[in-house]
């Protein structure tokens, strides 16, 4: 997937890392975006926590999950490719496990976010024919785990066979989902929060509630508030993936 938007994207800033130990600093972003993988996490909660860490103040947060199973036809495919992995560990709740109504906005609001809204969002999946449905698929992080395990060609043939059920007359194939979105802020920075702490000559020490790779080193400053203009995207490639986008823009100020 990163290889692909590579591709298309020249010169873009992608990274892949966990989710639950972002590499990036506190407040270096105006908003972020976790579509379809926080459920995913080990830890939803600290995965939410670090979101809201590199977030500033106030920023936009935009979490999405899957929705209603009984409104999500990929859940077909979804359960075709699990069939083909080792069990989830105990507790692992799944592509479904915070589908239920109030479930991801309970979540968000436990990691200091701030859930102002929550919506349901109509997202086909939608190919030209089985061949094109099935390369897309096979892009998925639990694709190609599967891939792995037990080789592509019985991944490949096993997503086919889920895909001709859903060919069209056309001989296009059509999945209807819906996912679940809650548009949400994040409620305060480092400061805020009492993980940074005054030191000595005007400086700003990290305190132990920081991890230790993003740490406000001690003599470095805080100058007020600042903006990063940068977006990070947290989404499903092998799992965990981010972007960050930065153009020129007018006055030499870069925009996203």
Known sequence: MLEVARR???GADLRQGDVEALPYADDSFDAVTAFNSVQYASDP??????????????????????????RCEARAMLAAIAALLPPPPPGAGG?????RPGALEALVES???????????????????VATGVRASLSSGPAQ????????????????AVLEQFVQPDASVRLDNVFRVV???????????????PGGDGTL??????????RVPAGSRRAGPRRSDRISAVGPCGGRCHRQ??????????TV
């Open 111 to 129: 990691a200091h976010l701030s859930a102002e809204r929550a919506i349901g969002v109509a997202a086909p999946f939608l190919y030209p024919d």
């Open 145 to 160: 785990a599967a891939v792995q395990r037990v080789g592509v060609d019985r991944v490949r043939s096993t997503v086919a």
């Open 95 to 99: 592509p479904f496990a915070l589908a």
């Open 205 to 214: 020490v990290a305190t132990s509630g920081v991890p230790a790779e993003h």
């Open 183 to 197: 548009l949400a802020r994040a409620r305060a920075g480092p400061w805020e929060r009492g993980e940074v702490r």
């Open 45 to 70: 909660v600290r995965a939410l926590r670090e979101i809201e860490r590199v977030a500033t103040a106030g920023a936009a947060v935009t979490v999405t999950t899957w929705g209603d199973p009984e």
């Open 245 to 254: 986008d930065r153009v020129p823009g007018a006055g030499g100020r870069e």
């Open 8 to 10: 298309r994207l020249d």
